[in-house]
């Protein structure tokens, strides 16, 4: 269960913090190229249970997966590693990975 005031809307919350999780991951150079999150923002949802059940908040796996698109999309899909979902992907680098859980505390 989501318990932000934001009343469920990820895009209020990536308009009003991603600039800001750019900036803390020293990124600042890639707030220009941050896109509309409304070309990807229906995806998200078909993640939600699956990264909430993995104790990532929803909306943080929303700038999560943003943040996958712009900045590590070698890293997902078709990898040289292999197939890498992208819910998956989340999940793995929230609390550990690329440990991005750290660039989005306090931002509900």
């Known amino acids: 269960m989501n318990d932000c005031p934001l009343?469920?809307?990820?895009?209020?919350?990536?308009?009003?913090?991603?600039?800001?999780?750019?900036t803390r991951m020293?990124?600042?150079d890639m707030i220009r190229f941050r896109g509309n999150f409304s070309a990807s923002g229906d995806k998200y949802y078909s993640y939600q249970d699956r990264w909430e059940k993995a104790g990532v908040p929803w909306f943080h796996g929303a700038?999560?997966?943003h943040l996958m698109e712009l900045?590590?999309?070698n890293e997902v899909r078709d990898t040289r590693q292999g197939w890498v979902?992208?819910?998956?992907?989340?999940?793995?680098?929230?609390?550990?990975?690329?440990n991005l859980s750290q660039y989005m505390e306090g931002l509900f």
């Open 7 to 22: 009343q469920n809307n990820h895009y209020v919350f990536l308009d009003r913090h991603f600039d800001t999780i750019l």
């Open 26 to 28: 020293g990124r600042e």
């Open 63 to 65: 700038a999560m997966y």
């Open 71 to 73: 900045l590590y999309g």
């Open 85 to 98: 979902d992208p819910w998956r992907w989340v999940i793995d680098n929230y609390k550990s990975g690329h």
